[in-house]
């Protein structure tokens, strides 16, 4: 099984809010990363942990927030976002050298 | 500079025809390469990756794609199109310098007309 789910599915927030996003997975992989999309583009990394712990931040706002509590779960603190935030959250995870994504969230910030 | 470049936008091809996405990379040493399929709406599902060995590599939903040093090019292939393969694709190829971070490819919309 390659599944890696992500919870909400959709989520509209206001400037002000303070929301999570939620990743988790049962393959045992060691890696997960949280990812930024916009529309008809690729991808772009936000955070990855490696056994549970911050290995890259590509220079991300201090609005965004990462979490590992534990080896199959990965949360996205979200707070004060920016309407340019409005995107496709996805999750994903690895093993070894492919990823794996969930299906993502659909962020919208009013 | 390690790149991953995608000529095409777009790609229309008729149902039961075969369908090829085309892929050049730019990166010292030997590439992971990898193929990503994005149906509407959803996230990103893993198509198939050459790391080593045999040239033409097999994935998901009967595609595959040939690996060709010489012309740096990964190109994906399926011998016959369904109108359920059109979505975005992307190519991308590991940064040599990370285990983990990804350079990818600005994505292909592949049309399958009926």
């Known amino acids: 099984d390659t599944e890696v789910t992500q919870t909400p599915k959709h989520l509209v927030m206001g400037m002000t809010n303070k929301k999570s996003l939620k990743c988790e997975q049962h393959?045992?992989?060691?890696?997960m990363y949280w990812y930024k999309q916009k529309a008809k583009k690729p991808p772009e990394l936000m955070f990855v942990?490696?056994?549970?712990?911050?290995?890259i931040n590509e220079s991300v706002p201090s609005r965004f927030s990462p979490e590992c509590p534990n080896s199959s779960l990965l949360n996205l603190h979200l707070h004060a976002l920016q309407p340019e935030d409005s995107a496709l959250y996805l999750c994903?995870?690895?093993?070894?050298?492919?990823?794996?994504f969930g299906p993502g969230t659909r962020l919208t910030v009013t | 500079a390690q790149s991953v470049a995608q000529p095409e936008d777009q790609v229309n091809v008729a149902e039961g025809n075969p369908l090829t996405v085309k892929c050049t990379y730019s990166?010292?040493?030997?590439?992971?390469l990898f193929w990503y399929v994005q149906y509407p709406n959803r996230g990103l599902q893993f198509l198939l990756k050459?790391?080593?060995?045999d040239n033409l590599v097999k994935g998901s939903y009967g595609f595959e794609a040939e690996f060709n040093k010489s012309q740096t090019s990964f190109h994906l292939k399926k011998p016959s199109a369904l109108v359920s393969d059109s979505a975005l694709y992307f190519c991308?190829?590991?940064?040599?310098?990370?285990?983990?971070?990804?350079?990818w490819g600005a994505g292909t919309k592949l049309i399958i007309k009926p």
């Open positions: 994903a995870s690895s093993q070894a050298s492919e990823q794996y």
């Open positions: 393959m045992g992989h060691r890696a």
């Open positions: 942990y490696s056994y549970e712990k911050l290995s």
């Open positions: 990166v010292s040493g030997n590439p992971y």
């Open positions: 050459y790391i080593t060995g």
């Open positions: 991308a190829v590991r940064d040599i310098d990370s285990n983990y971070q990804l350079i």
